[in-house]
T-cell receptor, first 112, second 113 residues
Framework: EAQVTQNPRYLITVTGKKLTVTCSQNMNHEYMSWYRQDPGLGLRQIYYSMNVEVTDKGDVPEGYKVSRKEKRNFPLILESPSPNQTSLYFC???????????FGEGSRLTVL | QQQVKQSPQSLIVQKGGISIINCAYENTAFDYFPWYQQFPGKGPALLIAIRPDVSEKKEGRFTISFNKSAKQFSLHIMDSQPGDSATYFCAARDFFGNEKLTFGTGTRLTIIP
């Protein structure tokens, strides 16, 4: 089954404790991206990757890091989480030609 | 800077009625306009999409109307059903801006019996 898998789905952590949200896709997509969803703000892009070893900032990259060492994986790293990073996070991937984004089921992060 | 403006924020429609959600954009480099549907606890999923060379696209009960000169596009859901209750996001892609999809702020649609 074609899918984007994120882990963990739910996480409560404390300020400053480094965490990683993993993302993996099995569709051989070149393009991968991370979004955060907040009430009234919609989906905002954090980082994206056009292919392996190619990453770039989206609209709200502050406080986040990413890497793309393999085509299928695109982890999101919060080096020192803060309460304003409490949000619902989505990983997505697409074939560049079609533009259709396939989303994971989301990771709800709470930073205390 | 919000490049895609979506309205209304929430919408309540009776079963069988027509649901209409509107979006407006400013960037004339946008070349692809999808709508995503999101159910609670799930990620958004592509519902229907249009390219700017056509003014309308219909798939079942869902229609996108596109007005290039006004830089507006809208989603119409005919014969709305309770199963259509979800959050809807419009989006636009800037092909020359690294193919990024910019999303609207979302519309929570509720269909009442």
């Amino acid at each position: 089954e074609a899918q984007v898998t994120q882990n963990p789905r739910y996480l409560i952590t404390v300020t400053g404790k480094k965490l990683t949200v993993t993302c993996s896709q099995n569709m051989n997509h070149e393009y991968m991206s991370w979004y955060r969803q907040d009430p009234g703000l919609g989906l905002r892009q954090i980082y994206y990757s056009m292919n392996v070893e190619v990453t770039d900032k989206g609209d709200v990259p502050e406080g986040y890091k990413v890497s793309r060492k393999e085509k299928r994986n695109f982890p999101l790293i919060l080096e020192s989480p803060s309460p304003n990073q409490t949000s619902l996070y989505f990983c997505a991937s697409s074939l560049r030609v079609t533009g259709e984004l396939f989303f994971g089921e989301g990771s709800r992060l709470t930073v205390l | 800077q919000q490049q895609v403006k979506q309205s209304p924020q929430s919408l309540i429609v009776q079963k069988g009625g027509i649901s209409i959600i509107n979006c407006a954009y400013e960037n004339t480099a946008f070349d692809y306009f999808p709508w995503y549907q999101q159910f609670p606890g799930k990620g958004p999923a592509l519902l229907i999409a249009i390219r700017p060379d056509v003014s309308e696209k219909k798939e079942g009960r869902f229609t996108i109307s596109f007005n290039k000169s006004a830089k507006q596009f809208s989603l119409h859901i005919m014969d709305s059903q309770p199963g259509d209750s979800a959050t809807y996001f419009c989006a636009a892609r800037d092909f020359f801006g690294n193919e990024k999809l910019t999303f609207g702020t979302g519309t929570r649609l509720t269909i009442i019996p």
